[in-house]
């Protein structure tokens, strides 16, 4: 999956997952770098709750396992602080009911 991202914008995808079930993960920013969260919310979370994976500032590529904590939605937060648009582009393979782009 690939997001082309303007300037200051951002943008999320998210994977559903079962508890324990963990996928490989790597993430592009097509030689240039963005800030990124990766979070992961379970089913039925209250509006206010976070639970973090890892961030980074200025990171222009990610890679690993993402374990899910909990059933629920985890994944990744991009924003592109450049003056030039980014595309990320997201590889993920493992167990995982779904993918899908939420911001």
């Known amino acids: 999956m690939s997001i082309t991202l303007k ?13 324990g079930a ?3 993960y790597l993430w592009t920013a097509n030689g240039s770098a963005v800030n990124y969260d990766t979070h992961g919310d379970p089913y ?6 976070y639970h973090g994976y890892g961030k980074g500032r ?14 629920g939605k ?3 937060f991009w924003r592109n602080l450049t003056n030039k648009p980014v595309t990320v582009t997201q590889r ?12």
């Not at 300037?7 to 508890?19: D, F, H, R, T, V």
């Open 7 to 19: 300037p200051n914008q951002g943008a999320e995808i998210k994977l559903e997952m079962k508890k």
């Open 22 to 24: 963990k996928v490989n």
């Open 44 to 49: 039925g979370a209250p509006r206010d709750f």
């Open 58 to 71: 200025a990171t222009p590529v990610d890679s690993g396992v993402l374990e899910a904590t909990f059933a």
């Open 74 to 76: 985890h994944g990744w």
């Open 92 to 103: 993920t393979q493992g167990d995982y009911i779904s993918i899908k782009r939420v911001i």
